[in-house]
């Protein structure tokens, strides 16, 4: 990789530069371990906040959204009447979740009821080990990256269905199999839209991905997938399939507030709720996380210039950006039914994805196309893209139509 | 295509976030503690009682007349007269009570008052310690004077007062007269 | 125009009819593809149930296969107060009903008293009626849109558009009546204010904007595929049944039977202004929807046109009396087309000063009894969807 000289410049450099200097501290032969509990730490403190403040802008701009400033009320302890714009709300949500009564169904599994919430955290934060945050900045750097990352990720719908099952409760019950439900059919998708950057990057490793997006010395067009015809279906497929996967809105199905109560969640207070809180923020990260390293060039900068600003800096900007998106999306649309969510993964984005593998591979054949034949090139990927999409999306929504209506006299 | 519609209501959520910033037809939220909707004057809350003078049970409007108590739909009006020492009723309210646990401030006790002396408050920041006594208010709380109806709802009250110097004129100039025989007590119609 | 006379309780579907209707029958619990039903009370205490109303609903899978509903959770005695109190007295009452639209709860009970007594209403008053009452839909299918897209699965963001223009409807209803929803406005032989000309034109303006609020609304989901697809073809109701079932309002129109009480009967003013009613093609939950944003349409065109007529004048007939009403003898029904359906009062006087029987026709509450045939063979999802677009409020369902 050719690091032009700024790259090396102290803010970028820091983090590492802290970690090292920490765990100079310590016998050669504690400093592994050191170092990955360093990591865990940070990663932790850096998201926890994160999830935090995530909270705050979720309301403030669905709040926003809907002609409300969101909460703006809570100020300091000691000090009445200090506002600061509502920045503290996310802590006295936090005292308020803990010093809640922890209700546990009489009829309920506890132990299950119990780990459900610790698991659902468990899982979800070990999908950040391998998102490479900036240059250097990965916790583990192991070749099937990718790999790893889509098994964790799965495994928070399992304790999901934990915690409906233990609830003992109906609503809870159907939101769990809805959960499964949904896992199954968007598993698929979300995998097959990753291959294409798999198979073109050549690597199952999220680092060596994103170093695959570099800049071109002096470009300034960013060298990233989403910028070339498979990536940018990719990357739609991803970011619909991700948000089922997050249980975000519009397909928010396994808590679906006006069906199921709370869904999956309707039995759970207090700290365990906002434990299963912290896993929906915690996924939305980390799949947003992966999105912005697979398909938006991970921690490059858009353009070589711009390489003053530390990595970090960009993938988080990256990361968040794509998270504000999410929660635009859900300031607007409304829930689908299960039976529509299963048919939209299983007849629309799977058949789109594996086109998409197609039209990846043709990308890749004709990488040494130029000239007038360029302009084919696009031509091609576009209509291998646009004719599915149109065909598909047309035989999805058959019979579905604005419709126009009679008067009476 | 498919999406459109989902495009272009993703255009309105963000048109009213950011019109939120700029536009205060789009930020309809007022604070409320710190800033206070002005109350419109017709609004209406619970009922108290007009008196005239400075001293509030002596002067009051009221003269018993039960008619408020007969006609409240919810029932939450309970009236005794005063009596005399030889037992005669005497024009005024020894108990007058208002259980506004019970009330629903339909403002029916206002409209059949025949003598002006029930008025609808606009106070509405209430709370109670305790929901039997806290609730029951007596002619003490309920009695308020003139200028405060006045204050309130002052187009309302304007007329009332007028009718009312009106109908005093009139019953001067008959009293002075006298020689007239008196016409039956003009009912005033019930306030707008 | 549909004969409103097929509507009577003798022709009230037989089960062997609703049966016919229904998209699914109870499968056997045990077979080879099905586990066991699943019984499922949701309800009194449920977020999309609007209110304290009930449905057991019995579900295979995801599949409602049985659905019983439960209501009487927010019973309180209406028709037996209204016995027991003056006619006066009932004014207030009818205000909690359905508590969205109490103005046009007032003018069906004042239009039975009317009646009954044969009490003439001014001109002005008349006008100021239509001009609550069309305004009072205005509220009220705004209100009916916001939840019903909230149970679809909104973040809340369409019912607060929608509140935000409710509220200076309110704010309007409460300068002029002193309260926001239980406005206890209408008297019999008029009204209780007069409006003065800065009111009228308050509600003019903000009827002049109120389709350009319309438009940005269904720009934001009419043309939706998530609303389509969730919306169309889901609760399906038949005209035929719509008709035995004795359906009103938006709901009877969605199903494609033309009949609006407005021009049916026209009570009140309402053959002076011109407007249309529109009709559904295909009695779906989409079709239920949009019927309320068309009658919104309509519903402008004639506040516009009254509020350009209005006369001036007193809005009280002077011969009315509040005090000592006693009706000779008889009995009399007013109704009016509400914005959930045909509202009804009917009295019996025995000249005394309360009423001998004072029953309710309550559109809520009809308009819900054929909320299984709708919901069988759908979803839970489903069935929460239709439940939004039939339009209730437990005020009135179970008085």
């Known amino acids: 990789m050719n690091a032009p000289a700024n790259t090396n410049s102290l803010l970028e450099r820091a983090p590492v530069m802290i970690r090292d200097w920490i765990i100079g501290f310590f016998p050669e032969s504690l400093r592994w371990p050191v170092g990955a509990l360093l990591a865990i730490a940070a990663m932790l403190a850096v998201f926890g906040l994160v999830f935090a403040f995530l909270t705050l802008a979720e309301r403030k701009l669905l709040g926003r959204a809907q002609n409300r400033p969101g ?119 979300l995998l097959l839209s990753v291959v294409p950057v798999v198979m073109l990057a050549g690597t199952l490793s999220p680092t060596k991905i994103v170093e695959a997006q570099a800049n071109v010395p002096g470009g300034l067009i960013p060298h990233w997938h989403v910028f070339t015809p498979w990536g940018a279906v990719g990357f739609a497929i991803f970011m619909v399939a991700a948000l089922a996967e997050a249980n975000r809105s519009p397909f928010d199905l396994p808590e679906g507030e006006s069906e199921l109560v709370a869904g999956h969640l309707t039995e759970y207070s207090g700290f365990k709720y906002a434990l299963f809180f912290m896993a929906e923020y915690f996924g939305m990260i980390g799949l947003t996380g992966m999105g912005a390293t697979l398909f938006l060039g991970g921690w490059q900068a858009p353009c070589a210039f711009l390489e003053f600003i530390p990595s970090y800096l960009w993938f988080g900007v990256k990361m968040l950006s794509l998270i504000l998106f999410m929660m635009w999306i859900r300031a607007t649309l409304l829930r689908l039914r299960i039976d529509q969510l299963t048919r939209l993964a299983w007849k629309f984005l799977v058949p789109l994805a594996l086109i998409n593998l197609g039209t990846a591979a043709f990308w890749s054949r004709t990488d040494s196309w130029s000239g007038p034949l360029q302009f084919v090139r696009w031509a091609i990927a576009l209509a291998l893209i646009v004719v599915p999409f149109v065909v598909i999306g047309r035989r999805l929504t058959a019979g579905l139509a604005p419709r126009t209506y009679r008067y009476a006299t | 295509m498919l999406g459109t519609g989902i495009i272009k209501g993703l255009a309105v959520t963000a048109k009213n976030f950011v019109g939120s910033f700029y536009d205060p037809a789009r930020l309809v939220t007022v604070e409320y503690p710190e800033k206070q909707i002005p109350i419109p004057e017709n609004y209406r809350n619970f009922p108290f009682l007009v008196h005239e003078g400075d001293d509030p049970i002596a002067t009051l409007r009221c003269v018993a007349c039960k008619i408020c108590e007969n006609e409240c ?117 019930p306030a707008a | 125009m549909t004969d409103p006379e097929i509507a009577s309780p003798s022709a009230f579907p037989e089960p062997s009819v609703l049966a016919t209707h229904s998209a699914a029958t109870v499968r056997p619990v045990h077979d080879e593809f099905h586990g066991d039903l699943l019984e499922v009370s949701m309800g009194p205490q449920h977020p999309s149930t609007h209110g304290v109303f009930r449905m057991v609903v019995t579900l295979d899978g995801e599949v409602i296969v049985k659905l019983k509903p439960v209501f009487g959770y927010l019973h309180r005695n209406h028709e037996k107060l209204g016995e027991n109190t003056t006619y006066l007295g009932s004014m207030p009452y009818t205000d909690r009903l359905d508590y969205l639209c109490s103005m046009t709860n007032n003018w069906a009970y004042a239009l039975a008293v009317e009646k009954l007594a044969g009490q003439p209403v001014p001109e002005r008053a008349e006008y100021v009626r239509v001009i609550l009452a069309e305004m009072t839909r205005l509220v009220n299918h705004m209100c009916l849109v916001g939840f019903l897209f909230n149970d679809l699965g909104t973040s809340f963001t369409p019912l607060l558009y929608a ?72 609760g399906c109701l038949s005209p035929e049944l719509a008709v035995q079932a004795g359906i009103t309002g938006p709901m009877l129109r969605a199903s494609g039977v033309g009949y609006d009480i407005r021009k049916a009967d026209g009570y009140g003013i309402y053959p002076r202004f011109d407007f249309r009613v529109p009709i559904g093609a295909h009695g779906d939950t989409y079709d239920r929807y949009m019927m309320r944003i068309l009658e919104m349409r309509e519903s402008v065109k004639i506040l516009q046109q009254a509020l350009r007529d209005i006369p001036a004048g007193p809005v009280m007939d002077p011969k009315s009396r509040l005090r000592n009403f006693r009706p000779k003898p008889g009995e009399a029904y007013g109704r009016i087309e509400g914005p959930k359906g045909e509202i009804g009062f009917y009295l019996i006087s025995d000249g005394s000063p309360n009423p001998l029987r004072y029953r309710v026709r309550a559109p809520s509450f009809v308009n819900l009894t054929v909320i299984e045939d709708m919901c069988l063979g759908r979803t839970v999802a489903d069935s929460v969807v239709i439940l939004g677009s039939v339009d209730i409020v437990l005020g009135e369902v179970d008085r």
């Not at chain 2, 007058?96 to 006790?109: E, K, R």
């Open chain 1, 71 to 189: 909460p703006n009320r809570s100020g300091l302890p000691f000090f009445r009447g200090t506002k600061l714009f509502g920045l503290t709300q996310p802590f006295a949500d936090a005292v308020k979740m803990l010093t809640k009564e922890d209700i546990v169904p009489r009829a309920a599994d506890h132990l299950l009821h119990f780990l459900a919430p610790v698991l659902v955290v468990a899982f979800a934060l070990m999908t950040f080990a391998v998102i490479p945050y900036g240059r250097q900045l990965v916790a583990v750097d192991i070749d099937a990256g990718v790999l790893y990352f889509f098994a964790a990720g799965a495994a928070t719908e399992l304790a999901i269905f934990m915690a409906g099952w233990a609830s003992h409760n109906k609503y809870s019950l159907i939101g769990a199999m809805r959960a499964l439900a949904q896992l199954i059919s968007y598993e698929l998708p």
């Open chain 2, 73 to 189: 739909p919810p029932q939450c009006i309970y009236i005794v007269a005063e009596r005399d020492e030889k037992g005669k009723v005497l024009k005024k309210p020894k108990i007058f009570d208002i259980d506004i646990a019970v009330c629903m401030s339909c403002q029916i006790c206002v409209e059949v008052c025949p003598f002006d002396a029930i008025k609808m408050d606009q106070h509405f920041e209430i709370a109670a310690g305790n929901r039997f006594e806290g609730l029951l208010l007596h002619r003490e709380q309920l009695a308020k004077p003139n200028s405060y109806y006045q204050k309130i709802h002052p187009t309302e009250a304007a007329e009332v007062d007028a009718m009312l110097t009106a109908m005093k004129a009139r019953q001067a100039a008959e009293k002075s007269a006298k020689a007239k025989p008196a016409p039956a007590t003009q009912t005033p119609p």
């Open chain 3, 163 to 234: 509140f935000r223009e409710r509220e200076k409807f309110i704010d309007l209803f409460e300068s002029l009546s002193g309260s926001r929803m239980m406005c206890n406005f209408q008297r019999f032989g008029g009204c209780r204010a007069n409006p003065s000309p800065e009111w009228l034109g308050a509600v003019s303006k903000l009827v002049d904007g109120f389709p350009k609020f319309l438009d940005e609304y269904e720009q934001l989901l009419t043309g939706n595929e998530i609303l389509l697809a969730r919306t169309q073809g889901v």
